[in-house]
């Protein structure tokens, strides 16, 4: 029987009905103009019920919820939603009753890994790590086909790991994460503080003066142009990202390396050095199994995972 995913960022909510073999059979993406969760709650209702329609009114058994933040496991409370502004919003509840169905909250990372493991570049596979670099730096851990939850639901948090003690306050609220200084919100805030800072004619002529249409992939063009302060900043965060993910290899052993995202997707150099980085710096023993991959589902990856995991 068909199950509900829902993907939510912080901008749009979609929902989509799949079938037990990961195929989508409907879809709809809202936006979302209110950030409140009465507000958010309704445009997944209405995304939910725009989606049912679309695959032909089938019957649709449970709902799974990829949500980017940090959830408690067990009853599905966004304990901090970043990109929402939202800090223990009991999402899992809200949306059961709104619904009328039973809802699985996971996070947004785990319901990709899950994707992926099923439908995607992990099948086959029953060790599989999944890193996705893109607004943040989110993972996810499956071990023995089983996803790696931890106690209080958070396993996984590479992007808040700590590189820097005391550096760049992330959007967690806590200092020097990870993400702080290779997710793509943040690598952006460091080109526009170079660009503020008149040290950087290349991103200037890229972004052509305005600082708002400053991207990564700018930055990596301006850093590969030999730009020093976007190399200094490119550089650290693939060093940062290469070292991190290769002590995760090392730590977990994964038979699958699957790397996913837009910041891995549109900026090469990047991908570069994090697949050097996993080559050089994690154990000979624990890569010898290893195989890195590129994720397969793009977009619908979290979609997918959290409508089977429902």
């Given at each position: 029987?068909?199950?509900?995913?829902?993907?939510?960022?912080g901008?749009?909510a979609?929902?989509?009905v799949?079938?037990a073999?990961?195929?989508?059979l409907?879809?709809?993406?809202?936006?979302?103009?209110e950030?409140?969760?009465?507000?958010?709650?309704?445009v997944?209702a209405?995304?939910?019920?725009?989606?049912?329609?679309?695959?032909?009114?089938?019957?649709?058994?449970?709902?799974?919820?990829?949500?980017?933040?940090q959830?408690?496991?067990e009853?599905?409370?966004?304990a901090?939603?970043?990109?929402?502004?939202?800090?223990?919003?009991?999402?899992?509840?809200?949306?059961?009753?709104?619904?009328?169905?039973t809802?699985?909250?996971?996070?947004?990372?785990?319901a990709?890994?899950?994707?992926?493991?099923?439908?995607?570049?992990?099948?086959?596979?029953?060790?599989?790590?999944?890193?996705?670099?893109g607004?943040?730096v989110?993972?996810?851990?499956?071990?023995?086909?089983?996803l790696?939850?931890g106690?209080g639901?958070?396993?996984?948090?590479?992007?808040?790991?700590?590189?820097?003690?005391?550096?760049?306050?992330?959007?967690?609220?806590?200092?020097?994460?990870?993400?702080?200084?290779?997710?793509?919100h943040?690598?952006?805030?460091?080109?526009?503080?170079?660009?503020?800072?008149?040290r950087?004619?290349?991103?200037?002529?890229?972004?052509?003066?305005?600082?708002a249409?400053?991207?990564?992939v700018?930055?990596?063009?301006?850093?590969?142009?030999g730009?020093?302060?976007?190399?200094?900043?490119?550089?650290?965060a693939?060093?940062?990202l290469?070292?991190?993910?290769?002590?995760?290899?090392?730590?977990?052993?994964?038979?699958r390396?699957?790397?996913?995202?837009?910041?891995?997707?549109?900026?090469?150099?990047?991908?570069?050095?994090?697949?050097e980085?996993v080559?050089?710096?994690?154990s000979?023993?624990?890569?010898?199994?290893?195989?890195?991959?590129?994720?397969?589902?793009?977009?619908?990856?979290?979609?997918?995972?959290?409508?089977?995991?429902?």
């Open positions: 029987m068909p199950t509900l995913g829902i993907d939510l960022g901008t749009n979609r929902a989509a799949v079938d073999q990961g195929q989508i409907a879809s709809t993406k809202l936006a979302l103009t950030r409140s969760p009465a507000a958010v709650v309704e997944i209405q995304a939910a019920a725009s989606a049912m329609a679309g695959a032909g009114g089938v019957e649709v058994r449970g709902c799974g919820v990829g949500a980017a933040g959830i408690h496991r009853t599905g409370v966004l901090v939603a970043p990109n929402l502004g939202w800090r223990n919003v009991p999402l899992g509840a809200l949306l059961a009753e709104r619904l009328g169905r809802v699985r909250v996971v996070n947004d990372l785990a990709a890994a899950w994707g992926e493991l099923h439908a995607g570049a992990g099948r086959g596979a029953h060790d599989v790590y999944v890193v996705f670099v607004s943040g989110g993972s996810a851990i499956i071990s023995n086909n089983q790696v939850r106690a639901g958070v396993a996984g948090e590479l992007g808040h790991t700590k590189v820097v003690p005391g550096g760049r306050r992330c959007g967690c609220g806590e200092l020097g994460c990870l993400e702080a200084y290779a997710g793509g943040n690598l952006i805030a460091q080109a526009r503080e170079l660009l503020a800072s008149g950087s004619t290349v991103l200037a002529e890229l972004a052509e003066g305005d600082p249409r400053i991207t990564p700018m930055l990596e063009h301006a850093a590969e142009a730009e020093p302060g976007a190399r200094e900043i490119h550089e650290r693939g060093q940062m290469g070292m991190a993910i290769a002590n995760m290899v090392t730590v977990l052993n994964p038979a390396l699957i790397l996913g995202g837009g910041v891995l997707m549109h900026c090469p150099g990047i991908r570069r050095y994090v697949v980085g080559q050089a710096l994690s000979t023993t624990a890569r010898e199994e290893l195989l890195i991959a590129e994720a397969e589902l793009g977009d619908d990856s979290g979609i997918i995972g959290a409508a089977l995991l429902a």
